[in-house]
């Protein structure tokens, strides 16, 4: 198994592990709907339907 040959202190650790983030996730409005949405991704509007591209996926169960 390996074993360091010297302990890597905690500031130089830290150090290398600065550039490990969470990036900020990009956001689109859809043009038909005007919702706010993760891209690449289904979503809903306020009546629960779905949609995926600007086209309706999916209509809620609830709207008659």
């Known amino acids: 198994m390996a074993h360091p040959k010297s302990r890597i202190s905690k500031q130089r650790k830290h150090k290398r ?5 969470a990036e900020i996730p990009t956001l689109s409005t859809c043009s038909v709907t005007g919702e706010t949405h993760l891209r ?6 306020v009546t629960g339907n779905l949609y995926y591209r600007g086209r309706l996926f999916s209509a809620s169960a609830t709207e008659e």
């Open 17 to 21: 592990r600065t550039h490990y983030k």
């Open 40 to 45: 690449h991704r289904a979503y809903t509007d």
